[in-house]
């Protein structure tokens, strides 16, 4: 599937954002402004420099918005979904071009708060993806214990984990010594039966 720039951007943001809500063991990621304020500048959200307690209360119920469209048991009910988000979020497309960026779309209003910036182009953005037949693409790390949220843009779709260099890895090097372990023990009662 081609992603385009803008698109990969705002599921990057996408998934930052679904990466902060709190599950299990892991705390709130956006427990106040000043973790909003990182979360903007990790995610580089232009036009957000004054922040407050609303905007805070706002993003994390765009969060969970994002969390129930991922979540979604059928694509029908997915569209439905973003189509309420982008709705909300007064979706007014607008040619732009800043901050070193070659044209591109924004779907927020220009005077937008960061929920709506949010909402209208993450919501756009799950939008491509479930028009293209890709909603999938969004998924949740395969390791047992993390559950973080990633985009799948391997050609085949076989990507299983986050990050293949710390949750990949640990699982195989698990499973690894674990066959290592259970050979080590069958050679050990085969021993102990010629005896």
Not at 19 to 37: I, M, S, W
Not at 150 to 168: E, H, K
Request: glycine share 8%; aromatic share 6%; with cysteine.
């Amino acid at each position: 599937m081609l992603i385009n720039h803008d698109t990969r951007f705002a599921l990057d943001g996408v998934v930052d954002l679904l990466n902060t809500a709190p599950d299990r063991d892991v705390p709130e990621g956006l427990p106040d402004l000043d973790a909003l304020r990182e979360f903007v500048r990790r995610n580089s959200i232009s036009g957000a420099e004054r922040l407050c307690e609303a905007d805070l209360l706002a993003i994390r119920e765009v969060r969970e918005d994002f969390l129930r469209i991922v979540a979604a048991p059928d694509d029908r009910t997915a569209a439905g979904l973003v189509n309420a988000l982008v709705a909300r979020a007064g979706t007014t497309p607008q040619l732009t071009d800043h901050d070193g960026y070659d044209w591109h779309v924004h779907y927020f209003a220009p005077d937008s708060g960061i929920s709506d910036h949010l909402a209208a182009d993450g919501g756009m953005a799950l939008g491509f993806l479930l028009v293209g037949g890709e909603r999938e693409r969004l998924r949740r790390c395969g390791a047992p214990d993390c559950r973080r949220a990633f985009i799948d843009l391997s050609r085949n779709r076989s990507r299983r984990y986050c990050s293949s260099r710390t949750c990949g890895n640990r699982l195989h090097v698990a499973a690894y010594r674990a066959r290592r372990r259970e050979s080590a023990e069958n050679a050990g009662a085969g021993g102990d039966a010629k005896a």
